[in-house]
């Protein structure tokens, strides 16, 4: 629900539309590449191996990029021919300045986390010169909710699980979400009593 709100309602993803998505492999960036590409966007992605990136073009992005590579805000925007519509960014913290760069003029950055930093530093003319936007978001309503019920029904992307762990082997799983390799979700499981 988070990605559906962040990608259509926030994002405007659509066909004809340039989405970035900060950050793939993460579990709610792979539900991002899979909602903006079926709704028929064109889907950039940055990551920080390209293994990850690979596995975000099977999962229908076009394109990534290293967001170890300083220059990556610029390889996009050139890629996007100009910059990205939408950034959806769920990292926050240093991923938000890249991001915003990587926008055209007048494009939306969405932000729904901040797993990399709870501040991150902008320079404030990047936003107002270029009409830009920043969005946040979190989860959604019943009327999303309903909304991505449908998509799902129409479309045929399934979420991308990573690993999954008995209620028993929390620490475990918490350990592999900061995992260096991991990719989609960290699933925990409930045994019936």
């Not at 990551?47 to 992005?61: F, N, P, Q, W, Y």
């Not at 797993?115 to 999303?144: C, H, K, L, Q």
């Not at 008995?166 to 045994?191: H, M, N, Q, W, Y």
Request: proline content about 4%; charged content about 20%; glycine content about 12%.
């Amino acid at each position: 629900l988070t990605a559906w709100r962040a990608a259509v309602t926030c994002a405007g993803a659509r066909a004809g539309q340039t989405v970035l998505v900060t950050g793939a492999g993460g579990g709610v960036a792979t539900f991002l590449v899979q909602i903006a590409a079926a709704l028929g966007a064109r889907v950039l992605v940055t990551s920080s191996t390209e293994d990850k990136i690979a596995r975000a073009v099977a999962l229908g992005a076009e394109a990534g990029f290293s967001y170890r590579d300083p220059d990556w805000p610029e390889a996009v925007r050139a890629a996007a021919g100009g910059g990205v519509d939408a950034a959806v960014d769920c990292y926050g913290g240093p991923a938000l300045a890249g991001a915003l760069k990587a926008l055209r003029r007048g494009g939306v950055l969405v932000s729904f986390g901040d797993t990399g930093a709870p501040e991150t530093t902008f320079e404030t003319a990047d936003v107002y010169w270029n009409w830009r936007r920043v969005i946040g978001t979190s989860m959604g309503s019943p009327r999303e909710y309903r909304a991505l019920l449908r998509h799902v029904e129409e479309t045929s992307w399934h979420p991308v699980v990573d690993s999954v762990f008995s209620l028993d082997e929390v620490a475990s799983a918490a350990a592999r979400l900061d995992a260096p390799d991991r990719f989609g979700k960290v699933v925990l499981t409930i045994k019936e009593v």
